[in-house]
């Protein structure tokens, strides 16, 4: 093949673009919590769930073999539980969001969960790393249902700090919307790109640190006991103290969902951070101990 040729054949053929999409849906039965659907296309799946704390409670974890986004990929999650069914999903490590070619095609990772009454849904991702010139979308919908409960995490962490890359050009857009019985219950939102990096930058913005993250955990319940919530959130405020620098971390309380957010300079700390969280919120809201998938430690 000539070499005109080729390039003739290069400017026509299309980018590559990966189009994955994962399909789960959890139910309770007398043998315990079972996946009962698993549907995926393209690079994205599960292997099998996992039972470290008993029958009852399935740990998941999605493989990505690509490892990260590139220009026009995108990838779909939809994990369902039926009534009852109790799931964690984590991801084996950090996921990527690479720098954007020229053309600028979205990025996208949309993951979608829906709760039926009474079952208790656990996200606990590894952080998100956002190459500088990338062009992403992240986008998590929770959808409640009466008695049930979600708690769950999003860190991101904005350019190569330890490559001295910052993000310094790009865009990203990030939203977490949780709803009950399809009303607005939270609506966490971040939208930058170049009209808004100085204001990312100082002080009253996200005074120029690379990473965060938001925490959230709560229970669609008629009952509140006022007392035990306040008596828990001094405790998670307490934890937070001992583990990160004043100003980084807090916790707040809002449409009865703890709110726990991070601001700094490290994923780990972001990451340990909110595993103290989790560890404290989860006997109240899913009334047992916490148990950290094994995956983390490998």
């Known amino acids: 093949m000539s070499a005109v040729l080729a390039e003739q ?25 079972r996946l009962v659907s698993n549907v995926h296309h393209g690079p994205l799946y599960v292997q099998k769930p996992f039972y470290p704390e008993g029958a009852d409670l399935a740990h998941v974890y999605l493989l990505h073999p690509p490892g990260g986004l590139v220009s026009g990929d995108r990838l779909g999650i939809d994990i369902q539980l039926e009534q009852g069914a109790r799931v964690l999903v984590t991801t084996p490590g950090a996921g990527r969001v690479y720098r954007a070619r020229s053309d600028r095609s979205l990025q996208q990772q949309s993951q979608h969960f829906s709760l039926a009454p009474e079952s208790v849904m656990e996200w606990l991702p590894q952080e998100m790393i956002v190459f500088p010139g990338a062009f992403g979308r992240m986008d998590t919908t929770v959808d409640m249902s009466a008695g049930s409960t979600y708690m769950g995490w999003e860190i991101c962490c904005l350019g190569l700090p330890a490559s001295d890359l910052p993000f310094t050009h790009g865009e990203l857009h990030q939203r977490l919307f949780i709803r009950y019985d399809g009303r607005p219950v939270l609506l966490e939102n ?59 971390a807090n916790v707040t309380l809002m449409n009865n969902f703890i709110i726990g957010r991070y601001l700094g300079h490290s994923a780990e700390d972001a990451r340990r951070a909110f595993t103290a969280l989790w560890q404290l919120v989860r006997p109240s809201l899913a009334g047992r101990a916490a148990c950290l998938p094994r995956i983390w430690a490998t």
């Open 9 to 33: 054949i290069a400017t026509v053929r299309p980018a590559s673009a990966w189009h994955a999409s994962l399909a789960l849906r959890f139910r309770q039965q007398a043998r315990g919590c």
């Open 190 to 248: 971040l939208h930058l790109d170049k009209a808004n990096f100085e204001l990312a930058a100082a002080v009253v913005g996200m005074n120029a640190c690379p990473v965060s993250g938001v925490f959230v955990a709560g229970q669609v319940s008629g009952n509140t006991d006022d007392e035990a919530i306040q008596a828990l959130m001094a405790s998670l405020r307490a934890s937070l103290a001992t583990l990160a620098q004043p100003g980084q």
